[in-house]
């Protein structure tokens, strides 16, 4: 049974940063992609960032590249998201998602409905 536990959402003005982490707990994923949704109240679950844990590469959605970051840490089956510059427009609740296995490919990584493992969600609220 695989649980995704994200934490480090909060409330923060525009500008302001924030920190997520999902930790993997009860598999290790070394293949496969780990990866970030959003879903504001009225909206669709969109795509964040994910990486590809096979080569480590990296996506992003249009609307956060150059202002959010992913990273891994292998040792501590947890990867994070930086969210820096933010805007009010980022308000949303924010998943963690995983796909077991394979080296999936960008559609298949881009869409929420391709994800097996997903977590509770950690809300972030961006406003003045």
């Known amino acids: 049974q695989v649980h995704l536990v994200e934490s480090g959402g909060g409330f923060v003005q525009p500008g302001g940063s924030l920190r997520l982490s999902c930790e993997a707990a009860?598999?290790?994923?070394?293949?496969?992609?780990m990866g970030w949704f959003r879903q504001a109240p009225g909206k669709e679950r969109e795509f964040v960032a994910a990486?590809?844990?096979?080569?480590?590469?990296?996506f992003y959605a249009n609307s956060v590249k150059g202002r959010f970051t992913m990273s891994r840490d292998r040792a501590k089956n947890t990867v994070y998201l930086a969210l820096n510059a933010l805007k009010p427009e980022d308000t949303a609740r924010y998943y963690c998602?995983?796909?077991?296995?394979?080296?999936?490919?960008?559609?298949?990584?881009?869409?929420?409905?391709?994800?097996?493992?997903w977590g509770q969600g950690t809300q972030v609220t961006v406003s003045s």
């Open positions: 998602a995983g796909i077991s296995g394979g080296t999936p490919i960008l559609s298949t990584i881009w869409s929420h409905q391709n994800y097996e493992h």
């Open positions: 009860g598999r290790t994923f070394t293949t496969g992609a």
């Open positions: 990486v590809r844990l096979r080569d480590n590469n990296i």
